[in-house]
């Protein structure tokens, strides 16, 4: 309260005593947990049950879609039946190699190669990607030459594998390292791109230098586009595989899913044909559904971008 005479207490100014100004600001300790509440991204727990309809129900439907439009054509007979056979008869098929038990054979031979195929060309081309993407004269010299790999057909090296390596593995596993190089290169280049150059400078700061640099501060940030890189490497080396187990073929070889192909189309089997177009498109399909699907979750929801787990 003011005096008689007009002046104010000593320890009051404008109505707040000291006590006042000396107590801690409540409002803003309220203002900054609510901006730290805006940046922690909220978590919602998602059923299994529910996580399991929501990733293998669409693919199913739209199978079933599928079929039951194939069934439709079939039976139209707008196609003889040496092009196009009825859905029971590649089914036949199937159930044919299952009961046999050469289905797994056949699955472990291309999966195998793809697999070891897909490793050696992560090992190739995650030090390639770092060299292109910080050195400036690598990424003159070999930049444009990694697209211009990317964009060429892997078939197209198969004769010469061929030619070099003969009917052996080396010729399979050459095709395939060329196919997924250089997307996985390209993938974790554009990823570091991306990075924000306030991470380089505070791991400089931080004493973090050559493969420490690669290994805790590039890597890790560039992580969504090297995964993309790598998700599309593997497409290619996939594709690569079957184009190289359909035309390169012998004893030494084995049978994996390309060559059941080329000996169905050999045959005119048209089933077995159509039995090898769906076991190829059955593993892609699981790959990237086992493998891939949820590295991209997890990977999205370390960065609060994927809110349901």
Same mark, same amino acid.
């Given at each position: 309260m003011p005096r008689e005479?007009?002046?104010?207490?000593?320890? @009051?100014?404008?109505?707040?005593?000291l006590d006042d100004r000396t107590a801690p600001d409540t409002d803003t300790a309220d203002a900054i947990a609510g901006l730290d509440a805006l940046d922690t991204p909220v978590v919602r727990r998602t059923p299994w049950w529910q996580m399991l309809l929501r990733t293998w129900l669409p693919p199913l439907v739209a199978l079933a879609a599928i079929i039951g439009i194939w069934q439709a054509v079939w039976a139209s007979a707008v196609l003889p039946e040496f092009r196009l056979p009825s859905p029971s008869a590649v089914g036949e098929e199937f159930a044919a190699i299952v009961i046999d038990g050469s289905i797994w054979s056949i699955l472990w031979t291309s999966v195998s190669r793809a697999a070891i195929g897909f490793l050696f060309a992560l090992a190739i081309a995650t030090p390639l990607g770092l060299l292109v993407a910080k050195v400036p004269l690598v990424r003159a010299a070999i930049g444009p030459l990694l697209t211009g790999l990317q964009s060429l057909? %892997?078939? &197209?090296?198969?004769? &010469?594998a061929v030619l070099w390596f003969g009917l052996t593995d080396a010729t399979i596993f050459y095709v395939v390292l060329l196919g997924s190089v250089p997307s996985i290169a390209n993938g974790l280049v554009a990823g570091i791109d991306q990075v924000p150059p306030i991470l380089p400078r505070a791991g400089r700061v931080l004493g973090a230098t050559g493969f420490a640099m690669a290994r805790f501060v590039l890597l890790p940030a560039a992580l969504p586009g090297y995964l993309a890189g790598c998700k599309q490497g593997w497409a290619f080396a996939w594709r690569s595989l079957m184009a190289a187990e359909i035309i390169a073929m012998g004893p030494a070889?084995?049978?994996?899913?390309?060559?059941? $192909?080329?000996?169905?189309?050999? @045959? %005119?089997? +048209? %089933?077995?044909?159509?039995?090898?177009?769906?076991?190829?498109?059955?593993?892609? +399909?699981?790959?990237?559904?086992? @493998?891939?699907?949820?590295?991209?979750?997890?990977?999205?929801?370390?960065?609060?971008?994927? $809110?349901?787990?």
């Open positions: 005479d007009g002046r104010r207490p000593v320890g @009051v100014t404008g109505g707040t005593t057909p %892997s078939v &197209a090296w198969v004769p &010469a070889l084995g049978l994996g899913l390309g060559a059941y $192909l080329k000996n169905g189309a050999d @045959v %005119s089997n +048209i %089933s077995q044909v159509f039995a090898g177009i769906l076991l190829i498109l059955i593993v892609g +399909i699981g790959i990237e559904l086992l @493998v891939f699907r949820p590295l991209e979750r997890r990977v999205l929801r370390a960065r609060g971008l994927a $809110l349901t787990v």
